[in-house]
């Protein structure tokens, strides 16, 4: 069909899901969207060539938005870039929804648009932390570019990794869809009532985290080589320099909000091409993102907590959604709702005090 996508049952190709999250018609003998049983066989909505055309694309978009940034670093027009980069890349997340809503159907595109501003929001909380991590190993603005780039590159290739592992396991075993809402209602209850980052990272910088104690495990580590290096040598001997602790710890960090994002994700669809699309173009326009909002990221005080109730949200509806199906439409009123009141009641409670905004990257 029309751009690689399935409107109508295509059996034999891998992984089968559904298309959408919205209930069939009784009578039109169409596969109950929305709902994923184990042993059952679903469409999935995209064509071997779209899998192809969209990983390229994704491919060449992360290629040139690093070589933008580098570009943008050496001419020193940071924030205009950015800012038009950010607008470019979030153009392009609507755009696509565009796309699903003409070539596929408008529940498709609900769908995908749900996933992509909970993804979205979702990375702007890892970018805090990363900010943090900046801040905790004090990386100079001028050394911070290179660890944002792969940091980047790691929630790509953790997210891919969990994305295909946990519809598999969903495929196979109906029972994890709990397993799941349940995991997204602990992460919830931390990421709610855990204020504690500073004391964290305090501890990433004096090397009491475990996540520090197993980078000593392989290289010795030197507190004081401040430098654009990852390793220095030090009377004879390879050393990490504060750089490589904080990559390792944004890599560490990437790995478990992957734990936390893809979960929550598949709380919304399990059609595999949706679930991918909509968090390569979440991830899409992050270091764009992190220039444009580095000074105002400490201002977004209650992101953590409306975070946390969008997770309980989605693990409810992931454990209950066979009892208490909610709508596609439903989900994004709700979604939409709770992080517009999250950011305008930051965005009200006041600028932070002078001097304590975070350091551009770049």
Same mark, same amino acid.
């Given at each position: 069909?029309?751009? *690689?996508?399935?409107?109508?049952?295509?059996?034999?190709?891998?992984?089968?899901?559904? =298309?959408?999250?919205?209930?069939?018609?009784?009578?039109?003998?169409?596969?109950?969207?929305?709902?994923?049983?184990?042993?059952?066989?679903? +469409?999935?909505?995209? =064509?071997?060539?779209?899998?192809?055309?969209?990983?390229?694309?994704?491919?060449?978009?992360?290629?040139?938005?690093?070589?933008?940034?580098?570009?943008?670093?050496?001419?020193?027009?940071?924030?205009? *870039?950015?800012?038009? =980069?950010?607008?470019? !890349?979030?153009?392009?997340?609507?755009?696509?929804?565009?796309?699903? !809503?003409?070539?596929?159907?408008?529940?498709?595109?609900?769908?995908?648009?749900?996933?992509?501003?909970?993804?979205?929001?979702?990375?702007?909380?890892?970018?805090?932390?990363?900010?943090?991590?900046?801040?905790?190993?004090?990386?100079?603005?001028?050394?911070?570019?290179?660890?944002?780039? !792969?940091?980047?590159?790691?929630?790509?290739?953790?997210?891919?990794?969990?994305?295909?592992?946990?519809?598999?396991?969903?495929?196979?075993?109906? =029972?994890?869809?709990?397993?799941?809402?349940?995991?997204?209602?602990?992460?919830?209850?931390?990421?709610?009532?855990?204020?504690?980052?500073?004391?964290?990272?305090?501890?990433?910088?004096?090397?009491?985290?475990?996540?520090?104690?197993?980078?000593?495990?392989?290289?010795?580590?030197?507190?004081?080589?401040?430098?654009?290096?990852?390793?220095?040598?030090?009377?004879?001997?390879?050393?990490?320099?504060?750089?490589?602790?904080?990559? +390792?710890?944004?890599?560490?960090?990437?790995?478990?909000?992957? +734990?936390?994002?893809?979960?929550?994700?598949?709380?919304?669809?399990?059609?595999?091409?949706?679930?991918?699309?909509?968090?390569?173009?979440?991830?899409?326009?992050?270091?764009?993102?992190?220039?444009?909002?580095?000074?105002?990221?400490?201002?977004?005080?209650?992101?953590?907590?409306?975070?946390?109730?969008?997770?309980?949200?989605?693990?409810?509806?992931?454990?209950? *959604?066979?009892?208490?199906?909610?709508?596609?439409?439903?989900?994004?009123?709700?979604?939409?709702?709770?992080?517009?009141?999250?950011?305008?009641?930051?965005?009200?409670?006041?600028?932070?005090?002078?001097?304590?905004?975070?350091?551009?990257?770049?």
């Amino acid at each position: 069909q029309a751009f *690689g996508l399935h409107p109508e049952i295509s059996l034999g190709e891998w992984p089968p899901r559904c =298309s959408a999250m919205a209930p069939a018609d009784p009578g039109s003998g169409e596969i109950p969207v929305g709902t994923l049983e184990a042993g059952s066989e679903h +469409v999935p909505i995209a =064509s071997t060539a779209l899998w192809i055309f969209f990983s390229l694309f994704m491919a060449g978009a992360l290629t040139l938005d690093v070589r933008w940034g580098a570009k943008r670093a050496s001419s020193g027009r940071h924030v205009a *870039g950015a800012a038009v =980069s950010s607008v470019a !890349w979030f153009s392009m997340g609507i755009a696509f929804a565009v796309f699903l !809503w003409c070539f596929h159907d408008g529940d498709t595109a609900l769908t995908f648009l749900t996933g992509y501003f909970v993804e979205k929001s979702l990375s702007v909380d890892n970018l805090i932390v990363i900010a943090l991590i900046f801040k905790s190993f004090r990386i100079k603005p001028v050394f911070q570019a290179p660890v944002l780039k !792969w940091g980047i590159i790691g929630a790509v290739v953790f997210r891919t990794i969990f994305i295909f592992a946990g519809i598999t396991l969903l495929e196979y075993f109906h =029972s994890a869809f709990y397993i799941f809402g349940a995991l997204l209602l602990w992460s919830a209850y931390k990421m709610f009532f855990d204020e504690d980052d500073d004391g964290d990272f305090e501890s990433h910088k004096k090397g009491d985290s475990w996540m520090m104690r197993l980078l000593t495990l392989f290289i010795p580590y030197s507190a004081e080589a401040h430098c654009s290096k990852f390793v220095v040598k030090i009377n004879g001997r390879w050393h990490a320099t504060p750089m490589l602790a904080a990559l +390792v710890v944004v890599e560490l960090s990437d790995l478990i909000f992957a +734990v936390d994002s893809i979960p929550c994700i598949l709380g919304l669809t399990q059609d595999l091409f949706l679930v991918f699309s909509s968090n390569m173009l979440a991830i899409l326009g992050l270091r764009s993102l992190y220039l444009l909002l580095a000074e105002a990221l400490e201002k977004v005080k209650n992101l953590k907590q409306g975070l946390a109730i969008v997770l309980v949200f989605v693990g409810l509806k992931m454990m209950a *959604g066979s009892y208490f199906p909610i709508s596609q439409h439903a989900s994004l009123l709700v979604i939409v709702l709770i992080l517009g009141v999250t950011f305008i009641q930051s965005a009200m409670s006041g600028s932070p005090k002078r001097g304590d905004g975070l350091q551009l990257p770049l």
